[in-house]
């Protein structure tokens, strides 16, 4: 998957720049773009050399573009470090502690964050087919357990604190792997029938996988704070405040700079 996923990236199209930041204000092949999304969707059908038809709001005519890579070479390198780094170190926690249920869910959330930050939802376009729709899934699905291993890790670090959280915790899985596969199902038949239309209904459940990993990041980082205070040895404590202070650091970037704003920027889609 890292491997297939470091070679998609090398390899997305997109159109150029200065096209690129008006995804509200043009045409593509004909199509109307009402998002940046849409925009990578779209440009998803394409090789990177591949000419289409832009139009812009507010300019006669339309204009033949050439596809562009995706993303810069510099980009794709930082990209590829920080997911080896995360998943390296959930392994290493893991190999240091193989008994430990705290440090075998710390190691699955970091696999899972590493394999939602390397891969991209068109990682479809990876052949052969059944290939690239497996590992779209596969991202979906660690896009989408990402907040579930988070809250679990917050119920069995520094120790098991309410025995019944597993009846709690099946159910959250069970509900992250249907988003996931709900979401993925639908971005699948959108690509495959290459319609905008289906891919603008799959934005609605987008929004509530946006949502539901908000709930869980905000209630992981409660159920934390909660047992940091009630923790009374030292040596807890203190682990607990580096791990609060992680929660609370790491998450943000990703809840208020992405989450959030996708949130709201569906939201303001439906209304329209």
């Not at 998957?1 to 159109?15: C, D, E, R």
């Not at 999304?37 to 005519?61: K, N, P, R």
């Not at 991209?120 to 497996?134: C, E, L, R, S």
């Not at 291993?149 to 959250?172: D, E, K």
Request: charge should be neutral; glycine fraction near 8%; hydrophobic fraction near 55%.
């Amino acid at each position: 998957y890292f491997a297939a996923a470091v070679v998609h990236l090398l390899h997305k199209p997109g159109l150029p720049p200065e096209l690129a930041a008006l995804p509200t204000r043009m045409t593509m092949d004909g199509v109307r773009i009402e998002s940046a999304d849409e925009q990578e969707f779209l440009a998803s059908m394409h090789q990177i050399g591949d000419e289409v038809t832009v139009g812009i709001a507010g300019y006669d005519g339309l204009q033949t573009v050439m596809l562009v890579p995706y993303y810069a070479r510099d980009l794709i390198v930082f990209d590829v470090l920080v997911a080896l780094t995360i998943f390296v170190l959930g392994l290493i926690v893991y190999q240091f502690r193989p008994d430990d249920v705290a440090a075998l869910v710390f190691h699955l959330a970091s696999s899972a964050t590493a394999i939602a930050f390397i891969g991209t939802k068109t990682i479809y376009t990876i052949g052969p087919p059944v290939v690239g729709y497996a590992f779209c899934i596969l991202f979906f699905l660690g896009y989408t357990v990402v907040p579930v291993f988070v809250a679990h890790f917050t119920f069995v670090f520094p120790s098991v604190r309410w025995p019944l959280y597993r009846r709690l915790m099946q159910g959250l899985y069970a509900l992250g792997v249907a988003i996931a596969l709900g979401g993925a199902s639908m971005y699948l038949q959108a690509a495959a029938h290459a319609s905008i239309e289906l891919f603008r209904s799959f934005t609605g459940l987008s929004m509530v996988q946006n949502a539901f990993a908000f709930l869980l990041l905000l209630g992981g980082i409660v159920n934390f704070m909660i047992a940091y205070r009630r923790t009374t040895r030292p040596d807890e404590r203190k682990q607990a405040r580096w791990i609060l202070l992680g929660l609370c650091v790491g998450p943000f970037p990703f809840v208020f700079g992405w989450v959030l704003p996708e949130i709201g920027r569906a939201s303001c889609r439906e209304r329209v």
